[in-house]
């Protein structure tokens, strides 16, 4: 989501009242809901309905009203296009300004307006630490679920981290669920005051089919921007307490920058940095989660992850916080494969929060690969229910949908997350694959290459499109497929396997035999492999190592009726007819245990006419 920002030439200059209280008093959530409510407005592109986004209103000066937002959501303005304030009563107002803060996507923006509407209360945002709840309030972005987003989603969270700004000006972290379309709405305190500013959220898969996702708020802080401004001589009638002169980084600091490499794929530097925020606090159970699921899902180190996530729920479970404690169980459990206990895990986050789709997407994940689809079903409607807007329960509905072989219900999930979250490389390619199991190869390619646009470096991508580009004929663009597989992922023994299928198709048998040689090394136990080689050395007219591989396939699996016949043949060429009747008698017997009577039937003819 990295946007190239222009910085303007001048700034306006605000004034912001800041309204503190002298004894904090927490806030009931409905009150700070209708604060939220009262001071965040809807940003669209006149031309473009769906192009918007949110702001949190913080001054009037006789009718001009300013607020913030995130520069993105209005960044199209430097190239002509309108947008819009939608107000709290369902007003709407032309932009008369905009302007960016430089080195943070912030934007100002202004309009115009004879109404009254409420300002934000400008909160210390320094006090904001990881024990900090907070609450979003934004509009959702139209999409197919949500086609009239006129209602404001208030999404409550806590903070995980506040430090040094990073990548875009970010510099607090949260878990709140926010969607599209939020970014720029107001991030509030329990005292109802503002905080921050949301940017973005991030949506990260654990596992190949988004077996469960972690959702992260990432936002720049009042006092942050304050601080920018203030560089610039910006005068904005407040200011920010003084940054402490210790130029010792904090916990939080090193939380923040950990999670900016780990989007960045530079796993090893954001482990780095996880470590290090635990050294300064051996109590920061977030950042062990954290680094549980970097170990995890960056270098697959499946034990250290564990280890990272039974710490993290002991630590939630000693801080009081059950549901994250049972939310680390529940992924511990996960990635050791241990679904029932993963399960056992989600039940009880459930109990303890029942309207937290998460909760359910996470068990019905869990369902899902212990082989309870159906339940696993039930459990992504009810996600559904709760968040209309969940793009990753229609994706995971789908993908157990298509185990079940509902390829058409699974097509039609996959296009409604596509709808809601358009650059998920996880939904393009679960599409391709749903096509391809209803035999639609140009449709399964079609949407395999949007996978590889969206990410060049998923080796499944390419493998599967591999397999729809060769039974469509294109041999060629097969063998590149699957050598890109290849290059992106050295030890996987299918490509390995299917690029030699297809090379021995264009007659490259020797090419094809070095294939399903690496294939062998990596999986020694695959009697596929060994019967496909010894097809490659029977075209080149290498009885024996044919013979040899088509036995040690017979050793792996005595009961694939087509090892015994395809030996048979090669038998009966190298002059041993005696062996070769033999194979294509225990052939004959396989297929007919098994059913398959038009092979039963051509074995039977072939030992007819040697016999």
Not at 91 to 105: F, G, H
Not at 461 to 486: C, H, L, P, W
Request: aromatic share 10%; with cysteine; hydrophobic share 35%.
């Amino acid at each position: 989501m990295k946007d190239t920002y222009i910085v303007p030439s001048a700034l306006i200059g605000i004034s912001i009242i800041l309204v503190q209280s002298s004894v904090a008093v927490a806030l009931s959530p409905s009150q700070v809901e209708q604060i939220g409510r009262e001071i965040t407005v809807r940003i669209v592109n006149s031309q473009n309905s769906s192009d918007s986004g949110s702001g949190v209103i913080i001054r009037r000066s006789g009718n001009i009203y300013t607020l913030l937002t995130a520069y993105h959501v209005v960044k199209n303005t430097t190239s002509g296009s309108k947008y819009e304030i939608i107000t709290p009563d369902k007003q709407t107002y032309a932009i008369t300004s905009v302007k960016r803060l430089p080195d943070v996507d912030l934007a100002v923006v202004e309009f115009s307006s004879n109404q009254t509407y409420k300002i934000a209360k400008i909160g210390d945002s320094d006090k904001v630490t990881a024990s900090t709840t907070i609450y979003v309030c934004g509009f959702p972005g139209k999409t197919a679920a949500i086609s009239n987003p006129e209602t404001a989603f208030f999404k409550k969270g806590q903070v995980n981290a506040n430090g040094a700004p990073q990548r875009d000006g970010y510099n607090i972290i949260y878990d709140s669920q926010t969607i599209r379309g939020m970014s720029g709405g107001a991030v509030l305190n329990e005292q109802g005051e503002l905080v921050a500013i949301h940017g973005r959220a991030d949506e990260q898969s654990i596992g190949e089919q988004s077996q469960t996702q972690i959702i992260t708020g990432l936002g720049t802080t009042i006092y942050s921007a304050l601080r920018q401004m203030t560089k610039l001589g910006v005068d904005v009638g407040v200011k920010a307490s003084p940054i402490s002169t210790s130029k010792t980084p904090k916990a939080d600091d090193f939380y923040i920058a950990g999670y900016e490499k780990y989007t960045q794929s530079n796993f090893s530097g954001a482990i780095a940095d996880y470590t290090q925020a635990i050294r300064l606090n051996p109590n920061y159970a977030e950042a062990y989660y954290q680094r549980g699921r970097v170990r995890k899902n960056g270098l697959n180190e499946t034990a250290n992850a564990a280890k990272d996530l039974r710490k993290a729920g002991e630590l939630f479970f000693a801080q009081g916080k059950s549901a994250e404690g049972y939310r680390s169980q529940g992924f511990e459990r996960w990635i050791l494969k241990d679904y029932p206990g993963a399960i056992n895990a989600y039940n009880q986050a459930i109990k303890i929060n029942p309207k937290d789709a998460q909760n359910y997407n996470s068990r019905g994940n869990a369902r899902a690969l212990s082989g309870d689809n159906r339940g696993a079903i039930d459990d992504f409607n009810r996600a559904i229910k709760l968040d209309a807007n969940f793009a990753d329960a229609y994706l995971n509905r789908g993908a157990s949908r298509s185990e079940l072989g509902d390829n058409r219900g699974a097509i039609a999930d996959f296009t409604l997350a596509l709808k809601i979250n358009p650059q998920d490389v996880l939904i393009y390619y679960n599409l391709g694959i749903a096509y391809y199991n209803l035999g639609q190869r140009k449709a399964a390619i079609e949407n395999l290459n949007q996978a590889i646009k969206i990410n060049p470096q998923y080796p499944n991508a390419y493998y599967n499109r591999g397999i729809a580009r060769s039974e469509s004929g294109d041999k060629k663009g097969a063998v590149e497929d699957f050598t890109q597989a290849i290059k992106l992922n050295p030890s996987y023994a299918a490509a390995y396997n299917n690029r030699g299928n297809n090379r021995s198709d264009l007659g490259d048998n020797r090419g094809a035999i070095e294939d399903f040689t690496q294939a062998i090394k990596l999986n020694p136990n695959s009697a596929l492999y060994y019967y496909n080689r010894g097809a490659a050395r029977y075209q080149l007219q290498d009885k024996q190592g044919a013979i040899a591989d088509f036995t040690q396939a017979i050793r792996i699996n005595p009961q694939n009726g087509d090892f015994y016949y395809k030996r048979g043949i090669v038998k009966i060429l190298a002059a041993d007819r005696k062996g070769g009747i033999a194979d294509f008698r225990q052939a004959a017997q396989l297929f007919q245990k098994q059913g398959r009577t038009a092979e039963y039937q051509q074995v039977m003819q072939v030992i007819r006419q040697w016999r």
